[in-house]
């Protein structure tokens, strides 16, 4: 069996995602009264969302380790066609990546609630590792990518963004955990901008998978016993 073109990958994380998590944030709204200021995990913490919630984020993880690991093929063999030494390098990203995605089936797995150190532990794997492994794939893609220069920088662009409003985030969240707020309106200052960046950084994020269209160049060969990734076609590099 083979399978021409990878880029699916990439757009089924985005879809599944983002279209599971705010189906999970439609539920949540219509048992809370339509209270919109919600984090992104308490759209999980109920029956039947919790279920939902917990298959759209380990699907996503699942979708998300295919599309690393393609990414990191697809880097491998342009970086071999340019005669560039990006073994190390992406060999670490790639761990990044794989690190992200059990960050977020720990998010998935276990509600906030109940498990709160380790739901926090795994959103903090999520939203480091992965921002991270963006924007450095983004940098590495300047030189590697089949993309024109414009789409370069939009990827990275959106890598800065993710990447800034994590950080506004967790730096929000941290009088939270740390109850250091002495009133009231600290507090919900602090709430408000830590829900904010939140869903901003999840949007960002997600939307920088869309600009990983170099995997359409792949093909997947597979076979009872194995399976093989390999460049499609020579295409003409468009950034020279």
């Given amino acids: 069996m083979e399978i021409k073109g990878l880029a699916f990958l ?5 879809h599944l995602c983002l279209g599971g998590i705010l189906l999970c944030y439609t539920l949540t709204l219509d048992q809370d009264n339509g209270r919109l200021m919600i984090y992104i995990s308490e759209t999980g913490v109920r029956y ?8 759209v984020l380990v699907g996503t993880a699942i979708l998300g380790i295919a599309q690393a ?12 066609a340019c005669d560039m030494n990006q073994e190390w390098a992406q060999k670490i990203l790639l761990g990044l990546a794989l690190t992200s995605c059990i960050g977020i089936v720990l998010t998935g797995s276990f509600t906030m609630f109940e498990y709160e150190i380790i739901h926090q532990a ?7 590792c992965g921002p991270l492994y963006n924007l450095v794939q983004s ?4 030189k590697l990518s089949f993309s024109r220069r414009y789409v370069c920088h939009v990827r990275m662009a959106l890598s800065v963004i993710t990447g800034i409003t994590a950080a506004i985030c967790a ?5 939270l955990i740390g109850h250091l707020c002495e009133d009231s309106r600290c507090e919900e200052i602090c709430s408000i901008v830590a829900i904010i960046t939140e869903w901003i950084t999840l949007f960002f994020f997600l939307l920088t998978y869309l600009t990983y269209s ?7 060969n597979m076979s009872w016993k194995s399976f093989t990734i390999t460049m499609r076609e020579k295409v003409q590099d468009n950034n020279i």
């Fill in 10 to 14: 990439p757009i089924l994380v985005f």
């Fill in 69 to 80: 690991f393609a990414q990191y093929k697809f880097m491998m063999f342009r970086a071999a």
């Fill in 48 to 55: 039947p969302q919790s279920v939902l919630f917990t298959i």
């Fill in 139 to 142: 940098k590495c893609l300047y």
């Fill in 122 to 128: 795994g959103a903090v794997l999520a939203f480091g």
């Fill in 214 to 220: 170099d995997l359409q160049h792949l093909c997947l």
């Fill in 171 to 175: 730096a929000s969240r941290i009088p």
